[in-house]
């Protein structure tokens, strides 16, 4: 098996890397196309080339591995490469979460694999056990711990008593922040994951756009102290769940008490739990961020490739579901400064109030579709965090 | 898809209720041989047969699914269905252990299928993982709670201050001892499922009688009380690991911290964590006893075999690996009372000792080759628990 690489960066240098070591998998990198050919490279010239089509044209390339970071440039490399019955593998999240319907619908068309199990959880592999070993019709939730940096920065405000400020120049210095942190830090990046696994967990298309999202970004020191007095802490939760033939799904940070599954699933770590009628709760636990757990899952669908492996989709094929959050109704701490303007009438009920000095917030019940809609979270001075 | 079914207990009964629910299997059990006519059943006569050969030799019949207690009786059924060319799906954790290299030559021989999903920590999809997600050389670990019936009585005793006797009733009361718990509380259970992890982890074919296992059987109050002050617990972990083309496996009592991944791993549930040099840690949690996780897993390689999925046993074929736990030293906490003779000679090295009216114990490091042969570890005076 030959591969022809689209970028060259970490998780790209590691993948060579393990390529070498691993008896397992026999496949060799023959081709590496590179935006900038100035940037001194490691490997011998020959193996880079500046133009995608030395890769996609080239006959005696069977597998095409994505690994660049402009989205909408990775969805034109890999629709290419799959109209040329090339196999794909990448872990642009972003990417595929804003693509779904075509890539599917270009795999129909051209019998060729999309695998990218990296772009959900890096090495967890959730893809591949909910294509293979969850597709009965018994789940009814899929959530979790599905962005790597937030858990990086929220671990280090709870277990080191960093600042939220502090914790994010940790993650940046570690490597862990995506080069837009907005991405990671408003909720945008687990979202993507929550649409993905959306269409293998209950065979639903759902775009980005429709699914409600808030990140830890307006968390500050009175919501960390607000968690740690109910004895737990925060972590940004993903949740897709099936209720009779609705599916529903959000994102939104979660107090977690502090013998929580959750609890122990501490920095770059993510977790999923999924929810099965017959299995109860199944959890899964690993390196959500980072070159190298991401660099595994990449590897693991090479391998993958070489059994001619594909997602069968087969959750889509039986589907009688449609996606509809709106009824669901959170339980939610609302957390504001004087004269953010919460509104009252947007609780189903409301169980708690609190002001002191500056800070207020409310506890009660409130449905999705009102936050959806609802102009006073966009106010700066405002945060919301689910509890139970 | 037509099932023939041995064995209509817990799990049986189960599998039919959930086999009857879902939409996604297309499979129907068409016979089921018992062993007892005369007890009532839920179901019209005519689906019961006391005769193996109503289901061995009825050509319709694709699957059999092997549901019974008795180990042996199990692997005359299991073998002669391979012979009859019907895939087989079984949860029988002992029968297998005992027979893995003849399954094994039987699948390559006859071509037909065997899976055992449900014989490995139930409804965690472990093996399935092992085979497809982490077939590259890169795995170096993979250890857990695989028991959950010790795990549902360490927790009821750690978490719920029940004595170990009150704990091991409990277990009783609430069906998850085995109908002998010597098999459970002295960790054979768990050395069963090691063998077969052993197989799909590192390509090595290893009897239970070489692998070192020591249960919980002989934990007491005292021993409790010592890993309270240590502010954690006590789980029955076991354990296999690769160090160069060495593999090496045990199962014993651990220390766990408070703050530890399998602190909240509680009651019945398991959780197996798998090492690799690129993904680093990954933990799966889930139910590990019980006829619902178990006829959870059963369903799932029902489903897989619509899809004539068989396991690949693809680390056999690479492998250069030999099975040899000697050399491995364990740090290890050994509580006696006075009189039992604990060979201070068999420890590397001595850290601690303690004694109090007529309890001691010693703590240091022993190589498991020499527990192997340690004759003061059969005095029932004599408990040992793995510290770090």
Redesign the interface.
């Known amino acids: 098996m030959k591969i022809g690489l689209f970028g060259f960066g970490c998780v790209g240098q590691?993948l060579w890397k393990?390529l070498h070591?691993?008896?397992?998998?026999k496949a060799e990198i023959g081709r590496i196309c590179i935006k900038n050919a100035e940037k001194p490279r490691p490997l011998p010239a020959h193996f880079f080339t500046t133009n995608p089509d030395d890769i996609l044209n080239d006959p005696d390339i069977d597998i095409v591995v994505e690994l660049i970071d402009d989205a909408e440039t990775a969805f034109r490399l890999v629709s290419a490469a799959l109209k040329q019955g090339k196999s794909v593998v990448t872990a642009n999240k972003k990417m595929i979460a804003h693509h779904l319907p075509e890539l599917h619908a270009l795999q129909q068309k051209t019998g060729a694999s999309l695998l990218y199990e990296g772009a959900c959880c890096?090495?967890?592999?959730i893809i591949?056990?909910l294509e293979?070993?969850?597709?009965?019709?018994?789940l009814t939730s899929v959530e979790g711990i599905f962005n790597g940096t937030t858990n990086y920065i929220l671990s280090k405000v709870f277990e080191e008593n960093k600042t939220f400020d502090e914790a994010l120049q940790l993650a940046q210095e570690n490597g862990f922040a995506e080069s837009d942190p907005r991405l990671d830090l408003e909720g945008f990046d687990p979202k993507y994951k929550l649409c993905i696994l959306l269409l293998h967990a209950f065979g639903v298309f759902v775009e980005p756009e429709a699914v409600f999202h808030f990140g830890i970004h307006r968390l500050n020191a009175f919501d960390a102290e607000f968690a740690r007095r109910r004895g737990g802490s925060l972590k940004l939760v993903a949740r897709c769940y099936r209720q009779g033939d609705q599916v529903g799904a959000y994102c939104i940070p979660r107090f977690v008490p502090g013998?929580?599954?959750y609890?122990?699933?501490r920095n770059e770590?993510n977790a999923v739990t999924l929810e099965?009628?017959?299995?109860?709760?199944?959890?899964?636990?690993?390196?959500g961020a980072g070159d190298?757990?991401t660099?595994?899952?990449v590897?693991?669908d090479i391998?993958?490739l070489r059994y001619q492996y594909k997602y069968e989709y087969?959750k889509w094929q039986?589907n009688g579901s449609f996606f509809n959050t709106s009824d669901t109704e959170l339980q939610l701490y609302v957390r504001y400064s004087t004269g953010a303007s919460v509104a009252d009438a947007d609780f189903t009920e409301i169980t708690e109030r609190f002001m002191s000095g500056d800070t207020h917030y409310t506890i009660g019940r409130i449905p999705v579709r009102k936050l959806q809609r609802a102009a006073w979270l966009s106010d700066p001075r405002v945060s919301v965090v689910e509890i139970n």
């Open positions: 590691g393990v070591e691993t008896k397992g998998v890096a090495s967890i592999p591949r056990n293979e070993y969850y597709d009965n019709d018994l013998n929580h599954r609890a122990s699933v770590y099965s009628a017959f299995s109860e709760q199944q959890v899964f636990v690993g390196k190298k757990p660099g595994c899952a590897l693991s391998s993958a087969r039986q």
